[in-house]
């Protein structure tokens, strides 16, 4: 099935999208271990990545609670981009809130200028998977064994966004 572009816009009728502040970040903590687990990153890291990319760090509310967040980041001469956090709260999943932050963070890595996109994902992750070749991400090579030294194998995903670059949805 073709997605239109209408379809892949960060306008939601279901959730509210903002910018991240300092005191969001226990909530986002707490959604982290909610849907990563023993992968979800502790308060202190995400700390640290709100000081270094908080204007590229957006999160969606739902009835006023933390609904799910999108973290791009780039690298530090932004020669790539990458997508370091993608998150939605198991009961607000199904939504199309994935694809509402999706396509948010993908504006941010347009707006960040790098030429090149990545992600990485759980190869099982059909969800994930799903979501960004959707936006166009194809297999980087490979899927790589340990890739963050937790055991655990990843399939890193790549855009071009000089190739093919996103166009947001009108408004
Ligand atoms: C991946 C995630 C962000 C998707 O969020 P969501 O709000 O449920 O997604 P949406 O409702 O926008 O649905 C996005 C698409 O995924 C599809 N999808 C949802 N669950 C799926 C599954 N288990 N298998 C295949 N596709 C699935 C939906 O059908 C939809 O596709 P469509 O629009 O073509 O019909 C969410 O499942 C999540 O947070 N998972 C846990 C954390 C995670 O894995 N993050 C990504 C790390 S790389």
């Known amino acids: 099935m073709t997605t239109t572009r209408e379809e892949l816009g960060s306008k939601s009728d279901y959730a509210t999208l903002r910018s ?74 199904g939504h199309g809130l994935g694809r509402t932050l999706m396509a948010r963070a993908m504006e941010l890595m347009m707006d960040s200028g790098a030429p090149d996109a990545y992600i990485t994902v759980r190869p099982d992750n059909k969800a994930a998977r799903h979501l960004y070749e959707a936006f166009e991400f194809t297999a980087d090579g490979e899927e790589r064994d340990n890739f963050y030294g937790n055991g655990e194998p990843r399939q890193v995903f790549h855009r071009s966004l000089v190739k093919n670059p996103y166009t947001a949805a009108p408004a």
């Open 20 to 93: 991240v502040v300092k005191a969001d970040l226990k909530a986002l903590a707490n959604l982290d271990e909610e849907v990563f687990g023993n992968a979800a990153y502790s308060l202190m890291y995400m700390t640290s990545l709100y000081l270094m990319f908080r204007k590229s760090w957006y999160l969606a509310e739902h009835e006023g609670g933390l609904a799910g967040y999108a973290l791009v980041c780039p690298d530090s001469d932004n020669s790539e981009v990458w997508l370091m956090g993608l998150a939605v709260s198991g009961n607000c999943q």
